[in-house]
């Protein structure tokens, strides 16, 4: 369940880029295979870090780029099923050219509206969460 | 309205960035880290006693040792050594910058030649969590199956060091070796993998790897000092 820390840090990395007052309507991350990522368990742990961080309302948007290979003997490039899968030359060693990233791509901010801060969204409901964030999946296909 | 605000940034960038001080503090008191990562039940911890054991006197050696609960393993390392952190991590499935910065505070870090830092019983969640570590080292042993190697690739491919231990148990489990060491070499084809066994005390390899990398590590600290001296001698 490390997606509750990797839900936490991207609080953090939000707030230093999110404008003065303004509202976190979307976050897009891009997170490849190889980091273990579970979809499912980073909507839980996102809805509760930016619940917490007073962005109810807020969506993050995962884009899963696939594996990539490039075989060292013969040079061919190719999208895996899953990362263990041989060259067809019956290479034994690949380059991992794909599926490791690991970045916050872009934040979506909404300039009209006063963004709540953590102290006032927290005041006056204790420590209540309310889930009304989510997160959106994309699976990324080769032509992207 | 809605405005898009481009940002392309590591997830982890805060964490990145306290690993980045934790090893600007290793260097500086020269000291060599490695982080160590495996599952529960892979044998770190006894691999650390007999570390500790066989290089004692070698060179001084600290642990900061990640669990969810208890101090056992730290109580076990402490019989082998004063410079002992143990760290519990609740329902934390990994060691984070900060945890370990915390942790190595408690250490006198200018004593140590080697401070190992056994991370919580876990394949998955340690490996994208930098420390400040010189050295990433991926353990697995005979009696977790010949396929965990395939099946933890962000380990493997990020590890400078792996390590198979209990190769004791090769005769009575199936375990195909070459399947194994065919997965380690697919994905990652520069990291040594070193087959040992810690229960009959065959783990040489791993503690020549240990000597030989801390003291690269230490030559080029005195160098450091050196070029640090030349400086403030030709600037004074």
Request: proline share 4%; net charge negative; glycine share 6%.
């Amino acid at each position: 369940m490390h997606e509750v820390s990797i839900a936490e840090s991207l609080v953090e990395l939000i707030r230093r880029h999110l404008p003065a007052h303004q509202r976190l309507i979307r976050a897009t991350v891009r997170i490849g295979p190889m980091h273990g990522v579970v979809p499912e368990a980073m909507e839980m742990a996102w809805n509760i870090a930016s619940t917490d961080a007073g962005w109810s309302g807020s969506r993050l948007h995962i884009v899963s780029p696939p594996w990539r290979l490039r075989c060292v003997t013969c040079g061919r490039c190719w999208e895996p099923v899953t990362v263990d899968e041989p060259c067809v030359c019956g290479g034994t060693h690949v380059d991992i050219l794909g599926g490791d990233e690991f970045q916050l791509d872009s934040i979506d901010v909404d300039s009209t509206a006063t963004h709540r801060s953590k102290k006032t969204a927290k005041s006056g409901r204790g420590r209540q969460r309310t889930y009304k964030t989510g997160v959106d999946h994309e699976h990324q296909s080769s032509d992207h | 309205m809605s405005t898009k605000v481009p940002i392309i940034e590591n997830v982890l960038k805060l964490n990145d960035e306290m690993a980045l001080q934790n090893r600007e503090v290793f260097q500086r008191a020269g000291v060599f880290v490695v982080d160590l990562i495996g599952a529960p039940g892979a044998g770190k911890t006894a691999l650390l006693e007999l570390t500790l054991r066989q290089l004692k006197g070698v060179m001084n050696i600290g642990v900061i040792v990640g669990d969810p609960a208890t101090c056992r393993d730290g109580d076990r390392l402490a019989k082998h050594s004063e410079h002992i952190v143990q760290v519990n991590t609740g329902s934390g499935c990994h060691l984070d910058a900060n945890q370990v910065r915390h942790a190595m505070d408690k250490l006198k870090l200018a004593d140590l030649d080697l401070l190992i830092i056994e991370n919580v019983g876990n394949l998955i969640c340690p490996v994208s969590f930098n420390l400040g570590q010189n050295c990433k080292v991926g353990m697995f042993s005979v009696s977790e199956g010949d396929d965990k190697a395939a099946k933890h690739p962000n380990l493997v491919v990020s590890a400078d060091l792996l390590i198979l231990n209990k190769i004791d148990l090769l005769p009575y489990i199936p375990f195909d070796l070459e399947h194994f060491r065919q997965d380690v070499a697919h994905l990652n084809r520069t990291a040594p993998l070193l087959e040992i066994s810690v229960a009959r005390n065959q783990a040489t390899p791993w503690l020549d790897w240990l000597t030989t990398s801390a003291m690269q590590q230490e030559s080029s600290h005195r160098i450091d000092k050196h070029k640090e001296k030349s400086i403030l001698r030709s600037s004074s």
